[in-house]
């Protein structure tokens, strides 16, 4: 293996990331991410507005990777049962960018896609609505969620959802989601 860890390391330097995770996203996980966002964000002495904003959204970010994360299909060729994700923290000056990624089916990326676009194409106001709108007509998919996840991601973020569907094979895509929070 010709693997190089100064050169990821000047990479993850020049780009500004934080934070950078590839693997399985486990409960535990979720927690200790928190609390080592919390811990950097304190130490580098941020407003408690966006130290709320980044923290709320990543815990969106992450419940979404936990809950709807789709098998890796490197992996399943392999025999091997594997759902896992990748995620990063990149500050750049006072802005701040989520960016999360994760294998999903086919058959699910033109409702997904549909969805971004519909919440992308609202105004504040009519997010607030549709949030609402959501939350009261109490339909769940297939794994639990109401939809209500980016949603309130773009409500809290302010910005519009940046997204991309890579495909990968006939049966998987790899969706990328860059969140920006600024103050």
């Known amino acids: 293996m010709d693997l190089d860890i100064f050169d990821f390391y000047d990479k993850m330097e020049k780009n500004n990331i934080m934070l950078s995770f590839k693997g399985d996203i486990t409960s535990e996980l979720l927690t200790s991410i928190l609390q080592i966002m919390e811990s950097k964000m304190d130490t580098m002495e941020e407003s408690p ?9 990543l815990v969106e970010c992450l419940q979404n990777l936990y809950h709807h994360i789709d098998e890796n299909p490197i992996a399943s060729a392999n025999g091997e049962k594997d759902k896992t994700a990748i995620f990063m923290i990149v500050k750049e000056g006072d802005k701040y960018s989520i960016i999360t990624g994760n294998y999903m089916y086919n058959d699910s990326v033109s409702l997904m896609k549909g969805r971004l676009e519909k919440i992308n194409a609202m105004s ?3 997010l607030k609505e549709y949030y609402k709108e959501v939350l ?8 639990g969620g109401g939809g209500l996840g980016m949603i309130d991601i773009a409500r809290k973020s302010g910005k519009p959802l940046e997204f991309q569907f890579h495909p990968v094979d006939s049966k998987h895509s790899f969706f990328s989601l860059n969140i920006n929070i600024a103050q």
């Not at 009261?136 to 297939?142: A, F, L, R, V």
């Open 124 to 126: 504040k106001d009519e």
């Open 136 to 143: 009261n007509n109490g339909e769940m998919s297939e794994k």
């Open 49 to 57: 507005k966006i130290k709320k904003k980044v923290y709320n959204i």
